[in-house]
């Protein structure tokens, strides 16, 4: 398919084209393959999240244990049995929902719809928390080591980050994680530096700890009891929650793994498992043996950094690289969000639950409208909070875990409901319930400790868009319901006559119409041209466009597949203006915006058939509502514009929606079965 030149295009168009990069070629057989992601660099996208967390969520643990510090050792335990448990669970829902879409499909699937939009919103809620909380942490700690006049520009420099990273993913997935890249390995060679220095540089440590913390145990067990220690421990488990944060990214984004998808996704979370459980248990080891204690004003890693590499040459540069390192990773992790969320959307989008445009990619194959959206509200959570981490901090981690509580008891049930077909299911059962246990404690807890902190305020924007998702399903199911009863007026075909079998002739007068799939929209309007313009066109020419959206974005079997339900949609559209008399032909095209397909599309048919008018349907409403725009597209009217430019005709026929008194009857010229219709319209 040609697209408009670079010099049909207006100056604004072609400076966002330079930004935004130029569209890929839907027709190239290896354009899966180049944007694919491979471990690597799907652990760097999309785990940059979790291993991120390890700069807050193990210090927010070893803080909560105030002077029981010694029950670290048990936390590092703990939490890589976590992790552990947790992606063990995200690899089975990439295992068994490969099509991606994570906690929000296995919830739908096997909960119902109910948990599934609960799932989705809490998820979207968290995305934009995710890229908030990174955005502002890794502002803190980069202008923690400029002069204090500049901390004024903290907020503008979070906004401009916001901004940049919605540009980077609008060019791309892969591009911005190339772009991000250096950053990752920067900061897994210096902890790891860090962390193996800390543990194996202090090996003689061990037994004196090991000591310590037997000796310390033993004075809480006389003091405040076995349960005592056990709360202790179990408030520090839980308030460190947002150290597993991310681990889910892998299963939403599995769409843009490499082929084999089940396997990149399943090597990917295998990455990241490891990584994250590696550094935060050598984190809260290394809290232990160098004798790490909080101090106000500095991180913990801060502190460990200074003491390991202090007495080094180079040691304080190192000490500042490792931690603005950190930094650097939380605007990484950032990303994940971008990712994650407009991919959650797209699947809420397909089931309704959101505006229809949310599936939609761009010509660079991105859901540019969720990655917009999610730069809003980020931005938008960013004003309201001023910028302040404890603030967001507060927010964080609650509703990942709601997410992670549906995901595992999902995963339960579907092991349970499919017992007979898996081998093994009832210790993939275990499994699956011990993470329910661990999901369920850390939520509870922690919506304890943070609600009246702030944590509120989560469940409220939650519930918010969770009510929302509702107004809009019931919005689209009512039209649903409506235009179904059009397809059914308008399915009972004409009585059988002879069908027009000569060729479309092309000085003749044609319409050319725009159909989408084959439905009662397009059988009205076809209709209703014949009926407004009585003996008028000879011919009928009928275009469409396969608009590749999030679900069909998922490898060349399903654009394969779109292609050739869009000619079988074309083909009965010909069949049926044959049996109406009208000699028809049709023509097709793929794209990502229909607008813009679309109105190229009919401008190339019309100078094929130079004597022609095009036809589109519109949906017309009663009353009309701003959120019609929102939820309903208005490419008609988009592609009336664009061709009215270039001065052609278009000729917008409405379909009317909930209206129950009759039109004005047709010709009797036309079928009975088009005057029935029209009247029990």
Known sequence: MASSSDKDKTLTQRAMRRVLGAPHDLHDPHVFHKLSLIPLLAWIGLGADGLSSSSYGPEEAFRALGDHAYLAVFLAGATALTVAVISYTYSRIIQHFP????????????????????????????????????????????????????????????????????????????????????????????????????????????????????????????????????????????????????????????????????????????YMAISLALTAGGLFLCYLLVGVSPSHGRTLNAILADNLFGQWRFGGILSLITILSEGALLLVAAQTGF???????????????????????????????????????????????????????????????????????????????????????????????????????????TVAEKFLEGGWLTLVLTSLLIGLCYMIRRHYTTVRTQLAQLDKIMSRMPPAKPIASEKVNKENMTAIQLVSSYNGVGVHTLFAAIRSFPGLYKNFVFVSVAVIDQGAFKGEEEIGNLKKATEESLTKYVELARTLGFPAEYRMAVGTDVVETGAELCERVSREFPRSTVFSGQLSFRLEKLYHRILHNEVAFAIQRRLQWRGITNVILPVRIGLARPAAQPPSALPDRLREADTER
């Not at 400029?146 to 940049?164: D, E, F, V």
């Not at 699947?347 to 599936?359: C, E, G, I, K």
């Open 99 to 270: 099509h991606g879409g994570g906690g929000y499909i296995v919830a739908t699937h096997m909960l119902g719809e109910n948990a599934g939009v609960i799932s989705g919103c809490a998820l979207v809620v968290d995305y934009v928390l995710t890229i908030t909380v990174s955005i502002t942490s890794c502002v803190d700690a980069l202008f923690s080591y400029l002069p204090l006049p500049y901390q004024q520009y903290k907020l503008l420099t979070a906004a401009g980050m916001i901004l940049l990273l919605v540009v980077l993913n609008i060019r791309g997935a892969k591009e911005s994680i190339a772009v991000l890249t250096p950053i990752f390995i920067v900061f897994l060679v210096t902890h790891a530096l860090m962390l193996g220095y800390g543990i194996f540089g202090n090996l003689e440590g061990l037994r004196p700890l090991a000591n310590g913390i037997h000796t310390d145990l033993k004075s809480d067990l006389s003091t405040i009891g076995s349960v005592g220690i056990l709360l202790i421990l179990l408030r520090a488990y839980s308030l460190g929650g947002g150290t597993y944060t991310g681990i889910e990214a892998v299963s939403n984004g599995l769409q843009i793994m490499r082929e084999p998808k089940v396997q990149t996704g399943k090597r990917t979370m295998l």
């Open 339 to 445: 990712i994650g969320a407009p991919r959650v959307m797209a699947n809420m989008a397909v089931d309704s639950w959101l505006p229809h445009r949310f599936s939609s990619l761009s010509d660079r194959l991105t859901m540019h409208n969720g990655i917009v959206a999610m730069g809003i509200a980020a931005l938008a959570m960013l004003l309201y909070t001023r910028g302040s981490i404890t603030a967001l901090v507060v927010m964080y981690s609650i509703n990942v875990f709601l997410t992670f509580s549906l995901s595992t008891f999902g995963m339960a049930r579907f092991f349970v409901k499919n017992r007979k077909k898996q081998a093994g299911w009832k210790r993939q059962l275990v499994v699956q319930l011990i993470g329910l246990a661990l999901c369920l404690t850390i939520l509870a807890v």
